[in-house]
């Protein structure tokens, strides 16, 4: 069980540095932000219920998953640690979605939709998950 503690401390981490940096920029009123009411690349805007039905489901999956003794590859560490911050993105998002009725986005890059830590987090662990399956 103590092993399983350090990825729910990257999950906190994330977690926090996301709240952080979301709060300090919704609060700052020359902050660039976008408010996203869907999941990623504004998909499902305006389904506040589906996407929150949605997003507790993947979080019960992923903790499960994170929580399991088997790995599903043979990169338990890799595999754990993709989980973790799959997860506290996930919970982040699931936290603006609550909190403020959408998902506060603050980095912007061209061609591409604004993002967040979160979002960031959710898509490099699935990368890195898909990586170590096909590696399996």
């Not at 103590?2 to 709060?23: E, G, T």
């Not at 506040?48 to 994170?66: D, E, P, R």
């Not at 061209?110 to 959710?122: A, K, T």
């Amino acid at each position: 069980m103590v092993k399983k503690l350090k990825y729910f401390f990257i999950i906190l981490v994330i977690f926090i540095i996301d709240l952080i940096l979301k709060y300090s920029l919704f609060n700052n009123h020359r902050a660039i932000i976008n408010t996203n009411t869907g999941i990623g690349l504004g998909l499902l805007p305006n389904n506040f219920i589906l996407i929150l039905g949605l997003s507790i489901i993947i979080i019960g999956v992923f903790i499960a998953l994170l929580l399991r003794k088997k790995s599903f590859t043979k990169y338990n560490n890799l595999e754990k640690f993709s989980l973790s911050i799959i997860i506290a993105g996930s919970l982040n998002n699931l936290f603006d979605r609550l909190f403020y009725g959408f998902v506060i986005d603050y980095i912007r890059m061209p061609l591409i939709p604004m993002f967040n830590i979160s979002d960031f987090s959710i898509t490099l662990g699935i990368i890195m998950l898909i990586i170590l399956l096909l590696r399996a």
